[in-house]
């Protein structure tokens, strides 16, 4: 019986992440105390699952298991994640399945912009898996889908968080024309641990990429992300902070990195919550408009009360 089990657990993470099937395990660790979230239950929490599910959309808050999901989803925020739930990179890090994708879904930006709408949002964050089998990496479909919220929502902000378009020449350009109110990428490590944990990405395509939002859109926004907990350094992240604010970024982001399943990367430690208060004070002294850093800070975590702090610091400076 037992040996059954294993062999469709075995089937559904090869099934998920194919290239990460015969990786060796890492054996994941236990979560301290400071790590302890609210079960995803309620009214609300249900409200917001129909309102995914009847408009037929993908939530990164589901797809790559966000502890948050019970408090996000109980106050009706869910992160739209476009272009299928399929990523065409394979990050050690993410819980998002990989493979081939699909075609794009032209009635897609319409369902997320009736979803934003119903959920009753002021502020949305629009992510997506990473397209490199697109020739723009999907920069049209974030176009469309901006467009198509502010046509239903005009009050409502919009935050992108999209890939890195990694050789997809003009795709910033296009993103950018639609006017996101923030543009968020997400540097997500040290450029030392590139090649294992983003071994499809190259650090300073990324943080160029934030520089070119900005260049493109001055008094927009824009925000980036790390993880803690892969093996840095302290002096690393602050270079890293350093390398952010050069590039005219306004907003950082720092979480826990959590271990997803044993195939994935292997977690070193976990940060304790005073670490966090100090990188958070580092940052700020660096310039920063807005730093949120705690165990359990992601990207699109209280997203909506954090962009009205960006938008007061902005005009306090
Ligand atoms: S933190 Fe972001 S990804 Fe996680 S549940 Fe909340 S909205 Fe979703």
């Keep these: 019986m037992t040996t059954v089990i294993d062999q469709a657990e075995r089937d559904r993470r090869a099934l998920r992440h194919p290239e990460k099937a015969n990786r060796p395990d890492n054996p994941v660790l236990r979560k301290p105390d400071w790590i302890r979230v609210k079960a995803p239950m309620g009214r609300e929490y249900s409200q917001t699952e129909t ?39 394979a990050c050690a890090f993410c819980n998002v399945k990989t493979g081939l994708p699909g075609a794009l879904d032209g009635g897609e930006p319409d369902r997320v912009a009736e979803a934003v709408a119903k959920l009753g949002l002021k502020h949305v964050v629009v992510t997506s898996v990473d397209r490199d089998d697109l020739p723009d990496g999907g920069a049209k479909h974030f176009a469309e889908t901006i467009q198509a919220i502010r046509r239903q929502s005009p009050g409502t902000t919009v935050e992108v968080l999209t890939p890195d378009f990694l050789r997809k020449p003009g795709s910033i350009e296009i993103v950018m024309e639609a006017r996101p109110d923030v543009f968020n990428h997400n540097l997500e490590t040290v450029p030392r641990l590139y090649l294992n944990v983003r071994p499809g990405a190259r650090y300073f395509v990324s943080l ?110």
């Design 51 to 89: 309102i995914v599910r009847e408009h037929g959309l993908h939530t990164v808050c589901e797809e790559a298991g966000c502890p948050n999901i019970g408090e996000c989803w109980t106050h009706r925020h869910a992160t739209m994640m476009i272009m299928g739930d399929t990523c065409t990179r």
């Design 208 to 317: 160029r990429l934030l520089e070119r939002a900005k260049e493109l859109v001055p008094d927009g926004f824009t925000k980036s992300g790390l993880m803690v907990g892969l093996g840095e350094s302290r002096e690393e992240i602050m270079q890293v902070m350093d390398d952010l604010r050069a590039a005219g970024v306004d907003y950082l982001t720092i979480g826990q990195y959590l271990q997803p399943t044993r195939k994935h990367a292997p977690l070193d430690r976990f940060w304790s919550p005073d670490e966090f208060k100090a990188l958070e004070a580092t940052a700020r002294a660096k310039g920063f408009q807005m730093v949120s850093a705690s165990p359990l800070t992601r990207s699109s975590y209280h997203a909506d009360s954090d962009f009205a702090q960006l938008k007061a610091a902005r005009t306090r400076a």
